[in-house]
């Protein structure tokens, strides 16, 4: 075992062992289960700690002063008398999966039975923290631990049936087998392979949340490569091409889900073929990505395309403008990856221009009420005139606001005889 409750601590836990104590003591079984004990055995830190019981709903109702049921036709209560928030599930057997993804009904069961209607064996783990001592502290009805030793993803029991009962579980599989440095075992690739087009029954919502925490984490290629090698790309993107991961190879370990989305996008060609737009609109409708995260991609494509295309082009103003965008690193990181010494190059400039008149994105010198103190007529204008005296103080032409006001003042002198120049 990697990992061991003997000396492990946080609030959580405590809280989770607690729950365990109160229920052994109504003469219940009470474990942690699922997640916890794979993390602990894989030598990672557990973070979510879930409690199952064979105490029923209402039972467990009864023995805490703060509880909430938050899946009733699921055994699923969330007790919070000891400061953190512990789900206490009740051992349960699933009855069919006519929809893909809940049983239609459930029966109140053993600890067996619970580990074997679970997705992987290494998520079908029970660990006794009120054991004597270490080596009684792990249950085990499904050979999770070896598998665990083994570092291998195995289906519990007949993988075809745990894929039937829940399409996402190809998905999930992937993501564990990826950030775990898992191989995933014969019989579940193979049968994972079998239902990938079944994958397309799943809502977006779903599937976007499996990618995104696939793609924020550090093992984000093995993800991709794997969505591939399991013909998964085209239940999720709608096409099947080679992934490319020379983009995605090169970013940092940490970056956000945008940046990963684009390094995808261009890893699987979408970038060299659509308009940023299309893309956007391709990867919302496949993941159902928020207006953040849309919003986001739109803006590191848009930086890209312009420190690819125009960046020669730019005035010292519309540099320092485009560098100041809040995607405008990340879409260099980008760039970095896709052209080293142009990126370099640009990030040389962008230093220099750090230390020019003010900076890169300086107070601006007047504002909107400024305008109105001038007497300006409020309008359109207004964005207009504030956007060219801003050009002129990044340029270093205006660096008070008394030269701003002039520039102002002549904006508009020159705007009044070019009007009456055509009447």
Not at 380 to 386: N, R, S
Not at 400 to 417: D, G, H, L
């Amino acid at each position: 075992m990697n990992g061991s409750l003997a000396h492990f601590e946080s609030e959580e836990y405590n809280a989770a062992v607690k729950v365990v104590e109160v229920l052994v003591e109504n003469g219940h079984l009470a474990y942690l289960a699922g997640g916890c004990v794979r993390d602990l055995l894989l030598g990672e830190v557990p973070t979510d700690f879930d409690v199952a019981t064979d105490a029923r709903p209402e039972q467990i109702k009864g023995y805490f002063r703060r509880t909430t049921s938050v899946g009733a036709a699921f055994g699923v209560m969330l007790v919070r008398d000891f400061r953190q928030t512990i789900e206490v599930a009740t051992f349960r057997s699933d009855g069919v999966y006519s929809d893909a993804r809940r049983p239609d009904s459930i029966e109140y069961s053993s600890p067996e039975k619970d580990a074997r209607r679970r997705d992987f064996t290494i998520n079908a783990l029970f660990v006794d923290p009120l054991a004597d001592d270490e080596a009684h502290q792990i249950i085990d009805f499904v050979d999770g631990v070896v598998d665990v030793h083994a570092r291998v993803l195995r289906a519990v029991g007949n993988p075809e049936d745990r894929l039937r009962e829940d399409h996402l579980r190809a998905l999930r599989a992937v993501r564990f087998a990826a950030r775990y440095g898992l191989e995933i075992e014969k019989h579940t690739k193979d049968a994972i392979r079998r239902h990938a087009r079944e994958l397309v029954g799943v809502s977006i919502e779903r599937i976007g949340d499996e990618v995104r925490k696939m793609l924020v984490h550090p093992s984000r290629i093995r993800a991709c490569v794997l969505i591939d090698e399991l013909r998964l790309d085209d239940a999720i993107f709608g096409d099947v091409r080679p992934f490319d991961q020379s983009v995605m190879n090169a970013l940092p370990e940490s970056v956000s889900y945008p940046s990963a989305l684009v390094a995808l996008a261009i890893g699987r060609g979408h970038a060299l073929e659509d308009t940023p737009d299309a893309i956007c609109v391709r990867y919302r409708k496949a993941l159902d990505l928020s207006n953040t995260d849309r919003d986001g991609m739109r803006a590191i494509l848009d930086c890209l395309g312009s420190f690819v295309a125009r960046w020669d082009g730019l005035s010292e103003s519309g540099r320092k403008r485009l560098a100041s965008r809040s995607w405008a690193m990340e879409s260099l990181s980008i760039l970095e990856a896709m052209n080293p010494g142009r990126a370099r190059n640009i990030r040389a400039q962008i230093e220099a221009l750090k230390i020019r008149f003010g900076g890169l994105n300086p107070k601006p010198l007047l504002t909107g009420a400024d305008l109105i103190e001038l007497g300006i007529p409020s309008g359109p204008a207004y964005k207009e005139i504030l956007d060219a005296v801003y050009d002129e103080q990044l340029e270093g032409r205006v660096e008070t606001q008394p030269q701003a006001i002039r520039f102002v003042e002549e904006m508009a002198k020159q705007s009044e005889n070019e009007n009456n120049m055509n009447k």
